[in-house]
């Protein structure tokens, strides 16, 4: 039985001031005898129409912003605020016993890269010798245990529950990525912070933030909201990189960059398919990953590894073991020397990125086959510059599904071509089923080429009308080479 609504100084209470609580709930289905229920309000369904069946369910409180009609149950606690998602971060860290005081917790977030960064910091010190936790797109773990991933950042009560696992588990430490979603939904409200990182910024989620601006906006507050303690770590390379720390209030602000003089200084010295030397601030070495893009993401592990008191000859011996994350550049070879990459690129940006290092490093006489498609349900604006990117870098381009989600394949397809001139065209075939579309890249390709399979990386399923179905490029790849 706990009292948490202290951590609401401003709600004004009707009924009984300090009801035991047995759970928290958000999902009205959820609730039972002696729960408290947060009606928050989502972009589709507004919890507050849900308060009646939570107190039918036997609910003993309820958060809202307004009080339902009518009569109100004289036993059940009405808790009002002002923001319900803001109170749900914070009644769950409370919940959890604010387990992220517990934790060095650094989050990521920019729009590419996010989950390199955070899933190879986990990496790094793990192997430095620090029980660690992960939350990121492609996985959760707490310590060594794995658990499967829902969201880039998951609901609060998700969050801090995982976090006071780690706790139990003796984790020093906790890695995540920040997604822009998340900040503006409240989701790390109340979470204490001792880092933040940002890798870039470029167009993606104007389906939910309607302007690049609020886009911006939204990474901005990830770091207006870091503790005085922290450090600030940011790609001074991406113009928009200083402006995001204009109002963090931190002890340490710091710079990555490759360009550009910074606190953490890395270079490219020699590049080839199966890695790359760079050098981190005069210091060379070794790693199993290539691109600028990777270059970008193991400065900023070096730059963090730094802020967090690691010894820099150590980091960068164990840098140089690290392998490169699941469905970020992985490679498929097959017996007769054709190449396949299968990456998670599914924006313009990433695309290009991973696009150029191919080209960078392919042999003259050897084709680039690029099969790519568009997610359903989101920004729609990215959908004709993605075909033009993959046109542009490629020497034949197959147009497909990704995951359509609730809309028709055809469409998003008709969008995408939309973006290529006749040329282009000339060069680009449209095949609907993605197996079909990977096969056909693979009978096309010579020994000696490469094959791009961008958009889905990790994911192992399709989302076709509401369904998700068992599918893996890798293992089509791997399928279709054989």
Not at 236 to 258: F, P, T, W
Request: with cysteine; aromatic share 6%.
């Amino acid at each position: 039985m706990i009292h948490i609504f202290d951590e609401l100084p401003d709600a004004r209470i009707t009924g009984p001031q300090r009801p035991g609580i047995r759970c928290i709930q958000f999902n009205s289905r959820k609730v039972g005898k002696g729960d408290l229920f947060v009606a928050v309000r989502g972009t589709k369904v507004d919890g507050h129409d849900y308060i009646p069946d939570a107190v039918a369910q036997g609910a003993a409180a309820i958060v809202c912003e307004t009080l339902p009609a009518g009569d109100l149950e004289p036993d059940v606690s009405y808790v009002l605020v002002k923001d319900s998602a803001e109170a749900l971060a914070l009644l769950a860290s409370a919940y959890y016993g604010h387990p992220s005081e517990k934790l060095r917790l650094v989050g990521v977030t920019g729009t590419n890269g996010k989950t390199t960064v955070a899933t190879l910091l986990y990496d790094l010190f793990t192997a430095l010798g620090h029980a660690c936790g992960l939350i990121s797109t492609v996985v959760y773990r707490v310590g060594d245990e794995r658990i499967e991933s829902t969201h880039t950042t998951p609901d609060p009560l998700t969050l801090n529950r995982l976090m006071a696992e780690m706790v139990e588990a003796g984790c020093d430490y906790c890695f995540m990525e920040v997604s822009s979603h998340s900040i503006v939904q409240e989701r790390i409200k109340g979470l204490k912070f001792a880092g933040g990182i940002f890798t870039n910024i470029t167009h993606d989620h104007l389906d939910y933030h309607k302007t690049f601006a609020e886009y911006i906006k939204a990474k901005q507050l990830f770091f207006t909201g870091l503790p005085k303690e922290a450090f600030a770590l940011t790609n001074i390379d991406d113009r928009n990189g200083e402006v995001m720390l204009q109002n963090a209030n931190v002890c340490r602000k710091a710079a990555y960059s490759l360009r550009n003089v910074a606190d953490y200084h890395g270079r490219i010295v020699e590049e080839h398919l199966d890695g790359m030397e760079i050098e981190m601030n005069r210091q060379q070495v070794w790693v199993q990953f290539i691109g600028r893009f990777n270059a970008y993401n193991l400065t900023a592990i070096y730059g963090a590894a730094m802020e967090l008191g690691q010894d820099s000859a150590e980091v960068l011996r164990i840098m140089s073991t690290l392998r490169p994350v699941s469905g970020r550049f992985e490679q498929v070879r097959a017996a007769d020397g054709r190449l396949a990459i299968v990456d998670y690129a599914h924006t313009p940006d990433a695309l290009q990125n991973v696009i150029d290092t191919i080209n960078e490093l392919r042999k003259k006489e050897a084709q680039l086959i690029t099969v790519v498609g568009c997610g359903g349900n989101r920004d729609t604006a990215k959908r004709p510059v993605m075909a033009r990117v993959a046109a542009d870098g490629s020497s034949r381009v197959i147009l497909t599904s990704d995951n359509p989600r609730f809309e028709d394949p055809q469409a998003i397809l008709d969008e995408m071509r939309a973006g290529l001139d006749t040329g282009q065209m000339a060069r680009t075939l449209t095949i609907s089923d993605r197996r079909e579309a990977i096969r056909t890249a693979a009978a096309l390709a010579r020994p000696g080429d490469i094959i791009l399979v961008a958009g889905k990386g990790h994911e192992p399923y399709q989302e076709i009308a509401g369904v998700r179905h068992h599918f893996d490029d890798r293992e089509e790849v791997t399928a279709a080479f054989a």
